[in-house]
């Protein structure tokens, strides 16, 4: 299992972070994935990564002490989970996304656990950038 995590500090209450993580399709696109389709729970993203494409589907799902989590139900990973986490700070916020993984095919995968991590503390940091920006 791998895992990356991110934490930031914003210069906002929880609720106002709380309303840009509802803003799916935009915070998605701000990990770069050029193709977000939302119908209810479920999100369907996509991006080119290289020569490869990668292509997840994930569910919205409830969690205690998230303000919000999904994990893959269809894509290139064994297991995928992402939670943001929230902890009020004075007037400001600390912020922690953290996506657990398992990867699909051990040893067989064109896909390497380190490599998968950098690539995600990327999407994740620009989640964070885009999150920083819109309740600045």
């Known amino acids: 299992m791998g895992s990356a995590t991110v934490t930031r500090t914003v210069e906002a209450p929880p609720d106002a972070v709380r309303d840009v993580l509802g803003e799916l399709e935009p915070f998605m696109r701000a990990s770069g994935f050029d193709e977000v389709d939302i119908d209810g729970d479920r999100i369907e993203i996509s991006k080119a990564l290289g020569l490869l494409r990668i ?3 994930l569910r919205v799902y409830e969690e205690d002490d998230t303000a919000l989590a999904y994990e893959q139900t269809d894509g290139i990973f064994e297991s995928m989970v992402t939670t ?3 902890s009020e700070q004075d007037s400001h916020t600390a912020v922690t996304a953290r996506t657990e993984f398992a990867l699909d095919a051990p040893g067989g995968s064109i896909l390497d656990g380190t490599i998968v991590r950098r690539q995600r ?3 994740l940091e620009a989640q964070l950038d885009f999150l920083e920006r819109r309740v600045s």
Do not use: F, I, M, Q
Request: glycine fraction near 0%.
């Open 55 to 57: 292509s997840l589907t």
């Open 84 to 86: 943001y986490e929230l």
């Open 121 to 123: 503390r990327k999407e």
